[in-house]
Each structure stands twice: as C-alpha cells, then as structure tokens.
C-alpha cells in the first residue's frame, strides 16, 4: 500500500502561482511514476502532469509551460509548480501513484486550486 497526502491548494487571483506537494508514504519502492490530476465542476478527472522514475515528465496540453513537475526523492515528495493561474485551472488536484504494470492505482485525498478572475 501505498499513502498520499496533498497539500498546498487555496484560492489565488489568476495570473498568480501556487506549488501543490504530494508526500508518499508506504510501499514506495514499487512506484514507476507519479501524478497529478484534476477534476473540474463538471468535467471528467484529467492527468495533468506525471514523472516516471528515469525522470521523463509528460504534460496535457493544457498545460504545458505553466505547470511544473518534480520530485525529491529524499523526501519522498512530489511538487507540482503551478504558474500563470487561469481560472479554467480551478479543479480538486489529486495526487497518484502507479505500481508497475497497474496504472495509477493509488490516490490522495485532493487539494481544492481556485483561481478567481
């Protein structure tokens, strides 16, 4: 098993920035990569930005050259840098994290992002 627990969400102008983390705990060793996804009012969940254990990081689209995601292994700890907030960005962020071979099977609780315009 694996925990995760999110922190770092609020409510930010637009154009503003906020850095969520993720801290894991438990069964860590058997994690290929980790993520962050959103869900939006009326929308389907969405991964926003993931890091695999080589260090290759994939992006939506959407979010490309605003978001940032990192790791520190020592802290077992995944940060997602959030840039030139828009308030089509206002979501329940959730961390996850995905054993080998079985998708994102583990989730944290989520973190509310607001961005007011």
């Known amino acids: 098993q694996v925990q995760l627990v999110e922190s770092g969400g609020g409510l930010v102008q637009a154009g503003g920035s906020l850095r969520l983390s993720c801290a894991a705990s438990?069964?860590?060793?058997?994690?290929?990569?980790m993520g962050w996804h959103r869900r939006a009012p009326g929308k389907q969940r969405e991964l926003v930005a993931e890091i695999i254990n080589n260090g290759d990081t994939n992006y939506a689209d959407s979010v490309k050259g605003r978001f940032t995601i990192s790791r520190d292994n020592a802290k077992n700890t995944v940060y997602l840098q959030i840039n030139s907030l828009k308030p089509d960005d206002t979501a329940v962020y959730y961390c996850a994290a995905a054993p080998q071979h079985l998708g994102y099977t583990y989730w944290g609780q989520g973190t509310q992002v607001t961005v007011s315009s």
């Open positions: 438990g069964s860590i060793f058997s994690i290929i990569a």
